[in-house]
Every structure is written in structure tokens, then in C-alpha cells.
Nanobody
Framework: QVQLVESGGGLVQAGGSLSLSCAAS????????MGWYRQAPGKQRELVAI???????NYPDSVKGRFTISRDNAKNTESLQMSNLKPEDTAVYYC??????????????WGQGTQVTVSS
């Protein structure tokens, strides 16, 4: 089992910045990739950023150049630095971890979510 606890988020004006953090506990040695997803009202959950255990990152075009994901494997944490925020970034943001079970099975784990609201 892995537990993920997010912190950060809140209300910010368009063009501003926010930082989210996520702390993992439990079977952290089995964590592979980590990332962030978001879900706006009435929309599907979408990928925001992902980082592998080796530090490779990937972002969708909607946030590329504005969001930066990082992780500290020693502290079992990950962070998402968001800048130049837009009203369309408003959503609940979820920490994500892909956890290995056995030799080839992976199970996704999610944090409880944290609200990010960007006012225009």
C-alpha cells in the first residue's frame, strides 16, 4: 500500500504561480512513475505531468513550458511548480503514483486531491 498526501493549491490570479507537493508513504520502494492529474467540473481527469523514477518528464501541450514536475526519491516527494496560470487550469489536482506489484503488474494510487482556482 502507498499513501499520497498533497499540499499546496488555493486561489491565484491569472498569470500567477502556485506550487503543489505530494508526500508518499508506505511501500515507497515499489513506486515507479509519479505524476499529477487534474479534473475540472464536468470533464474527465487528465494528465498534467509525469516523471519517471529516473527523472524523465512528460507534459501535455496545454501546460508545457508553464508547469514543472520534480521528485526527490530520497524524501519520497514530488512537486509541481505552476506558473503563468490560466483560468482553464482551474481544477482539482491529484497526485499519482504507479506502484509495482510483483514483477510486471502496476497499480495506480491517488492522493485525495487539492483545489487550484485561477481567477481571471
Amino acid at each position: 500500500q502507498v499513501q499520497l498526501v498533497e499540499s499546496g493549491g488555493g486561489l491565484v490570479q491569472a498569470g500567477g504561480s502556485l506550487s503543489l507537493s505530494c508526500a508518499a508513504s508506505g511501500s515507497v520502494s515499489n513506486i515507479d512513475a509519479m505524476g499529477w492529474y487534474r479534473q475540472a467540473p464536468g470533464k474527465q481527469r487528465e494528465l498534467v505531468a509525469i516523471i519517471t523514477s529516473g527523472g524523465s518528464t512528460n507534459y501535455p501541450d496545454s501546460v508545457k513550458g508553464r508547469f514543472t514536475i520534480s521528485r526527490d526519491n530520497a524524501k519520497n516527494t514530488e512537486s509541481l511548480q505552476m506558473s503563468n496560470l490560466k483560468p482553464e487550469d482551474t481544477a482539482v489536482y491529484y497526485c499519482y503514483a504507479n506502484v509495482r506489484r510483483g514483477t510486471s503488474t502496476y497499480v495506480p494510487y491517488w492522493g485525495q486531491g487539492t483545489q487550484v482556482t485561477v481567477s481571471s
